[in-house]
């Protein structure tokens, strides 16, 4: 998946590759680089890359996944950036060829098409050089500061999220919450982006500017845990603060998927505590669009649950009627679609026939187009009122987009397993995505100018920020940029540098 191409060359015992040394040196033959041997630094013509394992914060995984994730040190540590990741059993050709790990990392000549073979046998990778003529350099990464950022980076992230929070991530006050939602709302009638409707209040599209880079999640059904895991990873809370990012939720980040859950609904309460106060903190670069979950709605209901009803009922009992008001307008005033001239992404699907743009804006008018584009799924036997490839061509048309500019959406499963769905339907261009697995998640980022999936290995994560918090034990953080907070305090409409709209 993903462009990992498998099976390359005749396999060998991992005893006939020699260890890695802290000495940089050529890859004349094979290496071996234990799992608990540490990161390693590659260089692959003029690209200077590390290999790190992916051992994560929360629980460690005894016995569980032993993936290495190969990055680009230059651009991880200090902006939105891409990886590939390595997973026990699989190999990678590290290349031009391969298009996946090029569109990450963006190669220049000096990389050949098939430079260096990477292989993961249980944990422990075997490294080996596919061009005998191609400069390639390896060593262990003797640096321990170094060898230690890729931790450090994720812990400081999880302490700054903490931190905007106010305290350890929990269910906050009645009086809080309250607050918190009521200042969203306000933030929300005079959204930047949104195109006003006939009334002059802001629409059902969401116009967002094309430089920043985007970050799209989908569903999170309650899975606080794997929202931490995105803003725990890469720069994405500082490229936040600088305006160079945004985040883009596909909505339904209520109820949750698992049997066990389906009527547990405080997390649910919490993941929207948590949302709430990312917009209030970037105003101008965390927006919402609406899902079929983000209702009070009895229709809204999962294996014999009317989880809608059971969020209004758990909302009421904690927060009060107030409350509840403020979170159906939340609900209510949310956009729909989201558009850029380099992506266009809803919660589940396109309206079957082509609509104008305008009804679009205007689409609290037009009930049925909004149960479309929140409810419908791809057509199938036993779905045959579903949308197909002339519906989402016809989108992209009412929309004025290229006509394969990216398609990105939540809402489905494709399959029992899996995370990010690519030219689904054999469509081209149209990706489907969820971050609400318990095991593993996918969002999508603007890489080197393509719409690229990047996908993480889910963690305990909430146990350990509130620890952390609780404890004391966080990193000494750094002043948030001036300009951040004060656009976090003003809600000002102008959001991003203007160098980057």
């Not at 009334?199 to 967002?208: A, E, M, S, V």
């Not at 989402?392 to 987009?401: E, Y």
């Not at 971050?435 to 980022?445: E, G």
């Not at 990047?454 to 948030?480: F, I, K, Q």
């Amino acid at each position: 998946m993903l462009g990992r191409l498998q099976g390359l060359f005749k396999r060998e015992s991992a005893a006939d590759a020699s260890p890695l040394t802290p000495e940089l040196r050529p890859l004349r033959g094979r290496v071996r680089l234990p799992w608990d041997g540490g990161p390693a630094q590659l260089r692959v013509g003029d690209r200077e890359l590390r290999l790190y394992p992916d051992t994560g914060l929360g629980a460690q995984r005894r016995g569980g996944p032993r993936d290495w994730i190969l990055l680009d040190p230059e651009h991880y540590f200090s902006e939105i950036a891409g990886f590939a990741r390595i997973a026990a059993g699989e190999t990678l050709l590290l290349g031009r060829e391969n298009e996946h790990c090029d569109q990450i990392f963006g190669f220049s000549r000096t990389v050949r098409r098939r430079h260096v073979h990477i292989e993961n046998r249980r944990g422990e990778l075997i490294v080996a050089p596919l061009d005998p003529e191609a400069s390639t350099e390896i060593s262990l990464l003797d640096d321990q500061r170094e060898a230690s950022k890729f931790l450090t980076q994720r812990l400081e992230n999880l302490d700054r999220v903490c931190e905007l929070f106010g305290g350890p991530l929990e269910l906050l006050s009645p009086g809080e919450a309250l607050a918190s939602v009521a200042q969203v709302n306000a933030l929300l009638s005079g959204e930047g982006y949104r195109r006003p409707n006939a009334d002059g209040r802001p629409g059902g599209l969401l116009d967002l500017p094309n430089r920043p880079t985007p970050v799209i999640i989908g569903d999170l059904h309650a899975r606080v845990d794997n929202l931490l895991k995105v803003l725990s990873e890469n720069c994405l809370l500082e490229s936040l603060e600088r305006g160079t990012a945004y985040l883009l939720f596909l909505g339904d980040a209520v109820h949750s998927e698992e049997d066990s859950e389906l009527a547990e609904m405080d997390s649910s309460l919490l993941m929207l505590d948590l949302i709430f106060k990312l917009k209030i903190e970037f105003p101008n670069s965390v927006f919402y669009l609406r899902g079929n979950h983000d209702s009070f709605d009895e229709a809204v209901a999962k294996g014999g649950v009317c989880q809608g009803v059971l969020l209004r009922q758990r909302a009421l009992e904690l927060r009060g009627h107030e409350y509840v008001d403020e979170l159906t307008r939340f609900f209510e005033h949310l956009p729909y679609v989201a558009k850029t001239k380099r992506f266009i992404a809803c919660h589940a699907a396109p309206t079957r026939s082509e609509v104008p743009m305008q009804m679009l804006v205007d689409i609290q008018k037009y009930p049925g187009v909004a149960h479309e584009i929140t409810w419908n799924r791809l057509k199938r036997p036993n779905r045959p009122a579903g949308y197909t490839k002339g519906s989402v061509k016809r989108f992209r048309s009412s929309l004025g987009v290229a006509k394969h500019t990216p398609f990105i959406v939540g809402h489905s499963h494709i399959t029992p397993e899996g995370t990010v769905w690519t030219d689904v339907g054999g469509i081209r261009q149209h990706h489907v995505l969820t971050c609400s697995n318990l095991h593993n998640l996918a969002i999508f980022v603007r890489l080197n100018g393509e719409m690229t999936p990047l996908e993480y290995l889910a963690e305990p994560l909430l146990a350990l920020a509130n620890e952390r918090a609780a404890s004391g034990d966080v990193s000494d953080l750094p002043a948030r940029p001036a300009a951040a907070s004060q656009a976090a305090s003003s809600g000002s409409a102008e959001p991003l540098d203007a160098a980057h709209v």
